[in-house]
């Protein structure tokens, strides 16, 4: 299906990129010694888990020389308030899903790629590359065709380069710069990658480049990143999809009231999310018979998220659309005045709300998701079967 070309899904995606990118900030990472939740005496299966993605998996790397250089307000309270009770790197107010997945393996939390030192074993377990408003496409290409917002110059191949980096100056893996084989320094790894794709769209606005161009573009991309990081001898991985985007308030309160799906939200942006994750899943699909010594999940965000949105209640929640942090009608929202800022306030029970700031989910609605890929049916193949193939050393 290609993806709707509607002024309502360019305007929605494009407000959308905007609130992503203004919301980054600078902060101290969250200590990667954090307690996990011990799950028992059971044996880890991995020893180290690697991140890649945007805001809705970065837990740091926003810092940036050449990056943004405002848009403070998610280091205000009252971000972090229901898990870390003070601000951090997380765009919640509290963990996120990539928190959910190393606390289910009994490991610490990530330290962003940028908090390690030379001298610091604070990534034993693994490192975040993931970065908030970053895309899939090279930021060169936005740049060349006038469509950067020029905030964030970071893409998922920018976070490929950093794991090379990583590789070849944390592991001893020489061969990581050139492409090469690094399956000893991974062999005991999960790779984990979160959404990315959602900016890319959102740059082709009032532009000539069309939405099925960024999307064969995105996805080419993607699929480089992907084939990149198998080469290098990743054996296990899981790849999120899109989410359901036009279920956010920022996109509900932009969006036409003629535009809604079966379940309320903007009909437009989720068709285009959709038509994004089919392509997604096809390129995966290809890379499994492509290294079939390898497994590759792919964690189904949209219809997760789409589950959750059908009934609520079912998973504790009250508010479906509404945002816990900010202000305004009807959706407790308004681009002008976004979460951390001093005219909002925040709701007295957030796990009662699948959304948090407008943008990004919170804690509790991120808890959900988590146990639905590492335990629900909305990965493929399930989560277990990754697991078993790694204890069985296959």
Same mark, same amino acid.
């Given at each position: 299906?290609?993806?709707?070309?509607?002024?309502?899904?360019?305007?929605?995606?494009? =407000?959308?990129?905007?609130?992503?990118?203004?919301?980054?900030?600078?902060?101290?990472?969250? &200590?990667?010694?954090?307690?996990?939740?011990?799950?028992?005496?059971?044996?880890?299966?991995? $020893? $180290?888990?690697?991140?890649?993605?945007?805001?809705?998996?970065?837990?740091?790397?926003?810092?940036?020389?050449?990056?943004?250089?405002?848009?403070?307000?998610?280091?205000?309270?009252?971000?972090?308030?229901?898990?870390?009770?003070?601000?951090?790197?997380?765009? *919640?107010?509290?963990?996120?899903?990539?928190?959910?997945?190393?606390?289910?393996?009994?490991? %610490?939390?990530?330290?962003?790629?940028? *908090?390690?030192?030379? &001298?610091?074993?604070?990534?034993?377990? #693994? /490192?975040?590359?993931?970065?908030?408003?970053?895309?899939?496409?090279?930021?060169?290409?936005? /740049?060349?065709?006038?469509?950067?917002?020029?905030?964030?110059?970071?893409?998922?191949?920018?976070?490929?380069?950093?794991?090379?980096?990583?590789?070849?100056?944390?592991?001893?893996?020489? =061969?990581?710069?050139?492409?090469?084989? @690094?399956?000893?320094?991974?062999?005991?790894?999960?790779?984990?990658?979160?959404?990315? #794709?959602?900016?890319?769209?959102?740059?082709?606005?009032? &532009?000539?480049?069309? #939405?099925?161009?960024?999307?064969?573009?995105?996805?080419?991309?993607?699929?480089?990143?992907?084939?990149?990081?198998?080469? +290098?001898?990743?054996?296990?991985?899981?790849?999120?999809?899109?989410?359901?985007?036009?279920?956010?308030?920022?996109?509900?309160?932009?969006?036409?009231?003629?535009?809604?799906?079966?379940?309320?939200?903007?009909? *437009?942006?989720?068709?285009?999310?959709?038509?994004?994750?089919?392509?997604?899943?096809?390129?995966? *699909?290809?890379?499994?018979?492509?290294?079939?010594?390898?497994?590759?999940?792919?964690?189904?965000? !949209?219809?997760?998220? +789409?589950?959750?949105?059908?009934?609520?209640?079912?998973?504790?929640?009250?508010? %479906?659309? $509404? =945002?816990?942090?900010?202000? #305004?009608?009807?959706?407790?929202?308004?681009?002008?005045?976004? @979460?951390?800022?001093?005219?909002?306030?925040?709701?007295?029970?957030?796990?009662?709300?699948?959304? !948090?700031?407008?943008?990004?989910?919170?804690?509790?609605?991120?808890?959900?998701?988590?146990?639905?890929?590492? $335990?629900?049916?909305?990965?493929?193949?399930?989560?277990?079967?990754?697991?078993?193939?790694?204890?069985?050393?296959?």
């Amino acid at each position: 299906m290609s993806p709707p070309s509607s002024s309502s899904s360019s305007r929605v995606l494009a =407000a959308l990129a905007v609130v992503i990118l203004t919301t980054l900030f600078f902060f101290s990472p969250a &200590s990667a010694s954090a307690s996990a939740s011990a799950a028992g005496p059971q044996p880890r299966p991995f $020893k $180290k888990v690697y991140a890649f993605g945007d805001s809705f998996t970065d837990t740091g790397n926003t810092r940036s020389a050449s990056g943004p250089s405002g848009f403070g307000h998610v280091s205000n309270p009252p971000y972090g308030v229901t898990f870390f009770h003070r601000p951090t790197n997380r765009y *919640s107010d509290g963990r996120l899903v990539i928190d959910f997945v190393t606390q289910s393996l009994s490991l %610490p939390f990530l330290p962003p790629y940028r *908090s390690i030192s030379s &001298s610091s074993s604070d990534d034993a377990s #693994g /490192v975040n590359f993931a970065v908030a408003g970053s895309t899939a496409i090279n930021h060169e290409f936005f /740049v060349r065709n006038n469509l950067s917002l020029d905030i964030t110059p970071q893409s998922i191949l920018t976070q490929l380069v950093w794991f090379n980096k990583y590789l070849e100056s944390r592991e001893g893996c020489k =061969a990581a710069a050139r492409g090469g084989a @690094c399956g000893g320094a991974l062999e005991d790894a999960l790779v984990w990658v979160g959404e990315i #794709g959602v900016n890319d769209y959102a740059y082709t606005v009032g &532009s000539t480049v069309s #939405g099925d161009t960024i999307r064969k573009l995105a996805i080419d991309t993607v699929a480089t990143f992907l084939e990149s990081l198998l080469r +290098r001898g990743v054996k296990y991985m899981v790849v999120q999809g899109l989410p359901v985007s036009g279920c956010l308030p920022l996109a509900m309160y932009l969006s036409p009231e003629n535009d809604r799906d079966d379940i309320g939200c903007v009909k *437009s942006v989720n068709d285009q999310t959709r038509a994004h994750n089919a392509a997604l899943q096809a390129k995966i *699909s290809d890379l499994g018979k492509q290294f079939p010594d390898s497994v590759i999940v792919y964690a189904d965000y !949209w219809n997760a998220y +789409r589950s959750v949105m059908k009934t609520p209640a079912k998973y504790g929640f009250k508010e %479906p659309f $509404k =945002a816990c942090c900010g202000a #305004g009608e009807p959706y407790h929202f308004t681009p002008f005045a976004t @979460c951390g800022m001093p005219s909002t306030d925040f709701c007295p029970r957030p796990a009662e709300y699948i959304n !948090w700031d407008g943008v990004h989910l919170t804690e509790a609605m991120y808890k959900v998701i988590a146990g639905m890929f590492l $335990k629900g049916r909305f990965s493929h193949p399930p989560f277990s079967y990754l697991l078993g193939k790694k204890q069985r050393g296959g």
